[in-house]
């Protein structure tokens, strides 16, 4: 599944995944390939994503390294879209 990361600065992060676990404001919650279409608020948190991931050299600093091989990043608030295997993220 395709994933970007928008922030207001920039889009961080495009590219293929396996995985994403976001911090909804109803609590933690993962998608995967296939997952039903959903539309949600975020809160403060960590944005947590499995694939073979490559980040610009430009936005690393704003990733870190998780544990199992996750890439994490920090955000303060955001509204996340998936549908049709597209997730869309806008993170503050």
Same mark, same amino acid.
């Given at each position: 599944?395709?994933?970007? @990361?928008?922030?207001?600065?920039?889009?961080?992060?495009?590219?293929?995944?396996?995985?994403?676990?976001?911090?909804? /404001?109803?609590?933690?919650?993962?998608?995967?390939e296939?997952?039903?279409? +959903?539309? #949600?608020?975020?809160?403060? *948190?960590?944005?947590? /994503?499995?694939?073979? @991931?490559? +980040?610009?050299?430009?936005?690393?600093?704003?990733?870190?390294?998780?544990?199992? *091989?996750?890439? /994490?990043?920090? +955000?303060? #608030?955001?509204? @996340?879209?998936? &549908?049709?295997? &597209? @997730? +869309? /993220?806008?993170?503050?």
């Open positions: 599944m395709y994933l970007e @990361i928008v922030s207001p600065e920039a889009t961080l992060f495009s590219g293929d995944v396996t995985a994403v676990t976001v911090p909804g /404001v109803n609590g933690e919650f993962q998608m995967l296939n997952h039903a279409p +959903i539309v #949600s608020l975020l809160q403060a *948190g960590n944005v947590r /994503v499995k694939g073979d @991931i490559k +980040i610009d050299e430009a936005f690393k600093d704003k990733f870190s390294a998780g544990k199992n *091989g996750e890439t /994490v990043l920090s +955000i303060t #608030s955001g509204t @996340i879209e998936m &549908k049709d295997n &597209k @997730i +869309i /993220v806008l993170a503050d």
